[in-house]
């Protein structure tokens, strides 16, 4: 005997405690919009609607990623600059040491100087986004091949350097970026300050690193001599 009390297989899904409602129907994505527009959402429930939403687009994402990698690789002054003076020392960054994956993680990419550079796809917000991360990862590239830097052996202070060298040189730490995309406006010392809070945070992710405390006093033993270093370029890159 069929139990009449038991849930139709095809029933729509019950909001969670989070607020947010488990599925794909259009139905579905429209009630965890207005739950999240509404205010609605827990930070739980925010997380899983931005992780589903993730998977949901990762070929769009990544295909987006690549293809502006590509033209980057083809066309940006900075990506092309940076190649040149990586294959000068013995190695080379191209598409295929340039991947565009999903991460679970809220970062914008990575390197390793074994299997090359991580985009992370759904985090990047356009192609000027990626052209920061691209160059970013790659003065890591040119750090690894010209300094050695030691990453497996979890030196901090060589972490806080080519963090320094890299948020400084990059372009992510330009005025316009800082002001259009994270809400950081002084018009004094802005890319000294960008820059010690990007090395600040990515020594703190560091395995090793204790605190934020202990990521400061290693970040701010190695500044003078890093931030003044512009190698390959022969001034901060605006």
Not at 177 to 193: D, I, N, P, S, V
Request: glycine letters at 6%; charged letters at 30%.
């Amino acid at each position: 005997m069929s139990d009449n009390s038991s849930q139709p297989q095809d029933a729509p899904s019950k909001p969670l405690e989070t607020g947010y409602t488990p599925g794909d129907s259009v139905s579905t994505r429209w009630n965890n919009f207005f739950s999240l527009l509404m205010g609605k959402m827990t930070e739980e429930g925010k997380v899983q609607y931005k992780r589903d939403s993730d998977i949901r687009y990762e070929k769009s994402d990544c295909e987006r990623c690549e293809k502006s990698r590509d033209y980057l690789l083809e066309y940006s002054p900075i990506i092309r600059f940076m190649r040149e003076n990586i294959q000068k020392l013995g190695g080379d960054i191209d598409k295929d040491k340039i991947w565009c994956r999903r991460c679970e993680q809220r970062q914008s990419g990575g390197f390793d100087p074994e299997f090359g550079i991580k985009l992370c796809a759904n985090v990047m917000r356009n192609q000027g986004h990626i052209e920061d991360t691209m160059a970013h990862e790659m003065v890591h590239a040119y750090d690894h091949l010209r300094f050695k830097v030691e990453w497996d052996n979890n030196n901090l202070k060589h972490a806080a350097c080519t963090e320094i060298r890299a948020s400084s040189l990059s372009g992510e730490c330009r005025f316009m970026r800082e002001f259009w995309t994270r809400g950081q406006w002084k018009l004094t010392q802005q890319h000294q300050e960008c820059v010690r809070r990007r090395a600040i945070l990515s020594v703190m992710a560091r395995p090793n690193c204790k605190d934020d405390v202990e990521a400061t006093k290693v970040v701010n033993e190695v500044w003078d001599s890093c931030f003044a270093d512009t190698r390959p370029f022969d001034e901060i890159y605006r």
